[in-house]
C-alpha cells in the first residue's frame, strides 16, 4: 500500500533558487537535529548524489538523488531509498522549491510503501511527524 503526504512551507521574501541552492550539508544538519540520526556520507542534492545516514538502533538508510530539474518558476530534486530499515519497502522524497512572487514555496512531497499494508499504516506517523517539524525548521533556517 502506497501512501503519499505533502507539507507545504512559504518562505517569505526569498527566490526559490537561493533556497534551493541551500538544500546542502549544512541545512540537512539543521533539518536532523534532536532526531536519532547520524549523518554518514552526504554528496550533495544533485543527480546520483548519495546520502547515508545511520539510525541509534544500528539501521541504515541510503537514498539517491534519482532527478533533479530547475525551472523559471520551480525547482526539484528527487531522493529515492536504496536500503531502507523499519520494514520500508519503497521511499521516494521530492523536495520541490516553488516561485510565490517574492516569496518561495518549499514542498516535501513523499511516498513510502511498507513491506504489507498494515506496517505501512503504522509508519505513516513517524514518518510525517518530522517532515512536518521542518516546518518550523526551514523558517528558522531561511528566516533568519
Known amino acids: ?28 544538519n539543521h533539518l536532523s537535529k534532536g532526531q536519532p540520526i547520524k549523518l554518514i556520507r ?10 547515508h545516514l545511520k539510525f541509534h538502533l544500528k539501521k541504515k538508510w541510503t537514498s539517491i538523488i534519482t532527478e533533479e530539474k530547475i525551472t523559471d518558476s520551480e525547482a526539484y530534486f528527487i ?5 531502507l ?19 518561495c514555496e518549499i514542498i ?17 506517523t513517524p514518518l510525517f511527524l518530522p517532515i512536518l517539524l521542518r516546518k518550523v525548521q526551514y523558517k528558522s533556517y531561511f528566516q533568519n
Open 1 to 28: 500500500m502506497e501512501i503519499h503526504f505533502e507539507i507545504k512551507t512559504l518562505i517569505k521574501n526569498r527566490d526559490y533558487l537561493e533556497v534551493f541552492n541551500h538544500f546542502d550539508k549544512k541545512l540537512f
Open 42 to 51: 552526504f554528496d550533495g542534492s544533485k543527480l546520483h548524489d548519495e546520502i
Open 79 to 83: 531522493d529515492e531509498g536504496t536500503t
Open 85 to 103: 530499515p523499519f520494514g520500508l519497502k519503497k521511499w521516494k522524497h521530492k523536495h520541490i522549491i516553488r516561485k510565490r512572487g517574492t516569496n
Open 108 to 124: 516535501d512531497s513523499i511516498y513510502f510503501t511498507g513491506k504489507n499494508k498494515t506496517i505501512s499504516l503504522l509508519l505513516l
